[in-house]
T-cell receptor, first 113, second 115 residues
Framework: AQSVTQLGSHVSVSEGALVLLRCNYS??????LFWYVQYPNQGLQLLLK??????LVKGINGFEAEFKKSETSFHLTKPSAHMSDAAEYFC???????????FGAGTILRVKS | GAGVSQSPRYKVAKRGQDVALRCDPI?????LFWYQQALGQGPEFLTY????????KSGLPSDRFFAERPEGSVSTLKIQRTQQEDSAVYLC?????????????FGPGTRLLVL
């Protein structure tokens, strides 16, 4: 079965600092991985996804993630945090049959001025 | 273009009442998903439709939960005899096609509070 672990339920960074949100996955098949962002009282918005092409994936709003098979990781990074990045971030893996996404518990990102 | 819409956005129900939550997917999207998001947690899968066919309902927590998509477009999630533990945000998502790499587009959710 597929599963996702997000290390750190809360991450706090200063504006302009590096953002690093951690995601480790478990999958019985080659994984397809997704990062979504959720702003208060809104649905989830796709930031980026890995679908077995390039291991470094670039997404919207300056975010990127690197797929590392040896570490079973798909960490999300952004070189310089902006106040508007404050939100909750979810990592997800597609299940074996493509019928659903399996989500991690989420990481709340706080950006300090 | 129009995204996934859900209604109502907020619903307060007394314990024991039946509720119906509506999802309008992106036009032409084949796949439709329902997820339940409890406070402070990630979304958890409830059920999946491909057109009008409900192919996976393994995530429905009890037989009080029922979903349909009769014409392969709009979907309704119905919860009978609501309980306090049903309080959560119910998210609907749609994707253009079936497949593990397909992007799911999410609606804003319906926040259900059962008193």
């Amino acid at each position: 079965a597929q599963s996702v672990t997000q290390l750190g339920s809360h991450v706090s960074v200063s504006e302009g600092a590096l953002v690093l949100l951690r995601c480790n996955y478990s999958s019985s098949v080659p994984p397809y991985l997704f990062w979504y962002v959720q702003y208060p009282n809104q649905g989830l918005q796709l930031l980026l996804k890995y679908t077995s092409a390039a291991t470094l994936v670039k997404g919207i709003n300056g975010f990127e993630a690197e797929f590392k098979k040896s570490e079973t990781s798909f960490h999300l990074t952004k070189p310089s945090a902006h106040m508007s990045d404050a939100a909750e971030y979810f990592c997800a893996v597609s299940d074996r049959g493509g019928n659903k996404l399996v989500f991690g518990a989420g990481t709340i990102l706080r950006v300090k001025s | 273009g129009a995204g996934v819409s859900q209604s109502p956005r907020y619903k307060v129900a007394k314990r024991g009442q039946d509720v119906a939550l509506r999802c309008d997917p992106i036009s032409g999207h084949v796949s439709l998903f329902w997820y339940q998001q409890a406070l402070g947690q990630g979304p958890e899968f409830l059920t999946y439709f491909q057109n009008e066919a409900q192919l996976d309902k393994s995530g429905l927590p009890s037989d009080r939960f029922f979903a349909e998509r009769p014409e392969g477009s709009v979907s309704t999630l119905k919860i009978q005899r609501t309980q306090q533990e049903d309080s959560a945000v119910y998210l609907c998502a749609s994707s253009r096609d079936r497949g593990r790499s397909e992007t799911q587009y999410f609606g804003p959710g319906t926040r259900l509070l059962v008193l």
